[in-house]
C-alpha cells in the first residue's frame, strides 16, 4: 500500500495554505540569515494576501497554479528537512524492535522484570482465546480445516 495517495481531496483553502508553507519553507533553505529570510517572508505574505479576496474561482485556481510552477522553478537545490522527517539526517536511525523478540529472550533475563513477564503471558493467553473465539468459528462455517 503506497501511504503517499491522498485519501481526499483538497480544498482550495488547503491547497493555498500548502502552497505558502513550502515556499516559507524553500526561503528557510535560501536564506540563513534570520533577518534576510523574515524580510523575504514578509513580502511571500504580501503577495498572498494581495491575492485573498479574489472571488472568481477560476483566477484563482490560475494564480495558485503560477504559484505552483514559481515554487518549482526557485526550488532550492538542497532543501532543509528535519531531522526525524523523511529524508532527514536522523530518519528510521533507531530501530524499535518488535514485541516477538521478548518470547527469545533467556529465562536468567525475564527473571529480571518477573511481573512485566507473567501480566504479558497472561496477555497473551487472552489475545488467543479471543482470537479463537473470533475467527475459529469463521474457518468452521467456510468448509476451512
Same mark, same amino acid.
Given at each position: 500500500?503506497?501511504?503517499?495517495?491522498?485519501?481526499?481531496?483538497?480544498?482550495?483553502?488547503?491547497?493555498?495554505?500548502?502552497?505558502?508553507?513550502?515556499?516559507?519553507?524553500?526561503?528557510?533553505?535560501?536564506?540563513?540569515?534570520?533577518?534576510?529570510?523574515?524580510?523575504?517572508?514578509?513580502?511571500?505574505?504580501?503577495?498572498?494576501?494581495?491575492?485573498?479576496?479574489?472571488?472568481?474561482?477560476?483566477?484563482?485556481?490560475?494564480?495558485?497554479?503560477?504559484?505552483?510552477?514559481?515554487?518549482?522553478?526557485?526550488?532550492?537545490?538542497?532543501?532543509?528537512?528535519?531531522?526525524?522527517?523523511?529524508?532527514?539526517?536522523?530518519?528510521?536511525? @533507531?530501530?524499535?524492535?518488535?514485541?516477538?523478540?521478548?518470547?527469545?529472550?533467556?529465562?536468567?533475563?525475564?527473571?529480571?522484570?518477573? @511481573?512485566?513477564?507473567?501480566?504479558?503471558?497472561?496477555?497473551?493467553?487472552?489475545?488467543?482465546?479471543?482470537?479463537?473465539?473470533?475467527?475459529?468459528?469463521?474457518?468452521?462455517?467456510?468448509?476451512?480445516?
Amino acid at each position: 500500500m503506497c501511504s503517499s495517495l491522498p485519501f481526499a481531496v483538497l480544498t482550495h483553502k488547503q491547497q493555498v495554505c500548502s502552497l505558502y508553507k513550502r515556499a516559507l519553507r524553500n526561503l528557510e533553505a535560501w536564506y540563513d540569515r534570520r533577518h534576510i529570510y523574515r524580510y523575504q517572508a514578509v513580502l511571500l505574505r504580501k503577495r498572498f494576501d494581495d491575492s485573498r479576496c479574489i472571488k472568481d474561482l477560476r483566477k484563482a485556481q490560475d494564480l495558485l497554479k503560477c504559484g505552483e510552477r514559481e515554487l518549482f522553478e526557485k526550488r532550492h537545490y538542497q532543501p532543509k528537512k528535519f531531522q526525524y522527517s523523511p529524508g532527514g539526517a536522523a530518519f528510521e536511525r @533507531e530501530v524499535i524492535p518488535p514485541d516477538w523478540v521478548l518470547d527469545f529472550w533467556h529465562p536468567l533475563e525475564k527473571s529480571q522484570y518477573p @511481573e512485566y513477564f507473567d501480566r504479558r503471558e497472561q496477555r497473551k493467553k487472552e489475545y488467543t482465546e479471543v482470537w479463537k473465539k473470533r475467527y475459529q468459528d469463521t474457518e468452521n462455517e467456510s468448509g476451512g480445516s
